[in-house]
């Protein structure tokens, strides 16, 4: 095999000093040629998303490109809750309880309006007739026959007085009442009976 020596030294030069980027063809005699490919070179370019990476081996062997465009986006609208509320509950004699945002109190049978509707149907009387413990809870109301009080209808007539002027249990009964000078009612057949009824006596006067 015939090197040509002065050719080869100096692609040698060449190559070690890194000039050497381009291919060169070596004489090995009797026709024969050899193709020296130079260094290798890597490319690397990112831009974004891409990738672009290229080897050189004396050409181009290949090259690979990846690209991810899959962004997660999460949109999220902003949510408004508005709430208004106003409930009306209205009672047997046409008192109301409203939601106190309405600035609207329970009215009581006898016209009196209550502040405050959580104070119907508490368990303690707050309008004057009482009437938020009966109609106030939708119950059939009796109303007493002196001071207009309220009780619920079945308390009537149930043989305990209930009003104060006893009237649940004569009005009440249905039955015609007399009324004592103190107010208390007793059954109209009571009076002028020679047994005195009220304490007053007054069942017994002008008999």
Same mark, same amino acid.
């Given at each position: 095999?015939?090197?040509?020596?002065?050719?080869?030294?100096?692609?040698?030069?060449?190559?070690?000093?890194?000039?050497?980027?381009?291919?060169?063809?070596?004489?090995?005699?009797?026709?024969?040629?050899?193709?020296?490919?130079?260094?290798?070179?890597?490319?690397?370019?990112?831009?974004?998303?891409?990738?672009?990476?290229?080897?050189?081996?004396?050409?181009?062997?290949?090259?690979?490109?990846?690209?991810?465009?899959?962004?997660?986006?999460?949109?999220?609208?902003?949510?408004?809750?508005?709430?208004?509320?106003?409930?009306?509950?209205?009672?047997?004699?046409?008192?109301?309880?409203?939601?106190?945002?309405?600035?609207?109190?329970?009215?009581?049978?006898?016209?009196?309006?209550?502040?405050?509707?959580?104070?119907?149907?508490?368990?303690?009387?707050?309008?004057?007739?009482?009437?938020?413990?009966?109609?106030?809870?939708?119950?059939?109301?009796?109303?007493?026959?002196? #001071?207009?009080? $309220? =009780?619920?209808?079945? @308390?009537? +007539? &149930?043989?305990?007085?209930? %009003?104060?002027?006893? *009237? /649940? !249990?004569?009005?009440?009964?249905?039955?015609?009442?007399?009324?004592?000078? #103190?107010?208390? $009612? =007793?059954?109209?057949? @009571?009076? +002028? &009976?020679?047994?005195?009824? %009220?304490?007053?006596? *007054? /069942? !017994?006067?002008?008999?």
């Amino acid at each position: 095999m015939n090197i040509d020596l002065s050719k080869f030294l100096t692609v040698a030069a060449l190559m070690s000093q890194g000039l050497g980027t381009a291919a060169c063809t070596i004489n090995l005699g009797n026709g024969l040629t050899d193709t020296n490919i130079g260094p290798e070179t890597s490319t690397t370019s990112t831009t974004g998303t891409s990738d672009d990476t290229t080897t050189t081996d004396g050409g181009t062997e290949g090259t690979a490109t990846g690209t991810d465009s899959s962004v997660p986006t999460t949109t999220e609208a902003p949510t408004s809750t508005t709430e208004a509320t106003a409930g009306t509950a209205t009672d047997a004699t046409g008192g109301t309880a409203t939601d106190a945002t309405t600035g609207e109190g329970f009215v009581c049978s006898d016209g009196t309006a209550l502040e405050n509707p959580a104070w119907v149907c508490d368990e303690n009387p707050d309008c004057p007739d009482g009437s938020d413990e009966v109609t106030g809870c939708g119950l059939e109301a009796f109303t007493c026959s002196g #001071d207009k009080k $309220e =009780i619920p209808a079945t @308390w009537a +007539c &149930d043989e305990v007085p209930d %009003c104060l002027d006893n *009237s /649940d !249990e004569v009005t009440g009964c249905g039955q015609e009442a007399f009324t004592c000078a #103190d107010g208390i $009612e =007793i059954p109209a057949a @009571w009076k +002028c &009976d020679t047994a005195q009824d %009220c304490a007053d006596g *007054s /069942d !017994e006067a002008d008999c």
